[in-house]
């Protein structure tokens, strides 16, 4: 079996500056099942009187009715969803310009875990100004205390979310996560607690695989629902 994954970000990775979460997170997708999946993206564009080709941000969807058909649609679809939760405000022992390479080793580990015995995986990855996928992959590959088996990764590249329909899902599911965490309504949560199911989890355990929260115990207790999902 081989598998896609796509990763995106949402919110600021700067260290106790700007956003008080930075999110990273992965779809992953059955690669014969892509396709299916990108078709669902296309009805959600043309739901939104939007051309297929033409990239959707989460952020610039307007109204609660569209966010919810958005969601309620990519629920009925099988893909799995990997987030890890970075709280800035206190992390003290790594740099902000290291905060991406590093923490995405939690997010490639998990990747790993959730292929057990697949095949392979091939990574997606949105571009961001400062990724640089040779230093990101050297990074990992020299900084490897997740024990990363880097056999199971058949390619790992990097593209404008523009480029990708299911890098936008990625997006989807990463900036809703962020909303929900920042705004922590009953309508932004509505969004979580319903691909709640696409969260990756072993033997029901969610909070070290689907919903990865760095550093530990560090989560406020107005987000305690994150744990009951």
């Not at 700067?14 to 014969?32: M, N, P, Q, Y």
């Amino acid at each position: 079996m081989e598998y896609n994954a796509y990763i995106d970000e949402s919110g600021d990775e700067g260290i106790k500056r700007g956003s008080d979460w930075f999110i990273l997170t992965a779809i992953i997708v059955k690669k014969e099942a892509d396709l299916e999946l990108s078709k669902t993206f296309d009805e959600i564009k043309q739901n939104l009187e939007m051309n297929v080709k033409s990239q959707l941000h989460w952020n610039s969807i307007k109204g609660f009715p569209n966010k919810k058909m958005i969601i309620d649609l990519l629920n009925e679809q099988d893909f799995h969803i990997i987030n890890i939760l970075i709280n800035t405000q206190k992390i003290n022992s790594i740099p902000s310009n290291r905060v991406y390479n590093y923490y995405s080793g939690y997010l490639f580990e998990r990747l790993i875990w959730f292929l057990r015995d697949s095949d392979a995986i091939n990574i997606n990855i949105s571009s961001r100004g400062n990724l640089n996928k040779k230093e990101l992959c050297s990074y990992l590959q020299n900084n490897n205390k997740h024990k990363i088996d880097f056999d199971k990764i058949k390619s790992i590249k990097v593209y404008p979310n523009a480029q990708k329909k299911l890098l936008q899902l990625a997006d989807v599911c990463c900036s809703s996560l962020g909303q929900a965490i920042k705004y922590n309504d009953d309508r932004h949560k509505y969004y979580i607690k319903t691909l709640s199911n696409k969260l990756y989890r072993k033997n029901g355990n969610l909070l070290s695989y689907g919903l990865k929260i760095v550093p530990p115990n560090t989560l406020p207790s107005y987000l305690n629902w994150l744990v009951q999902l």
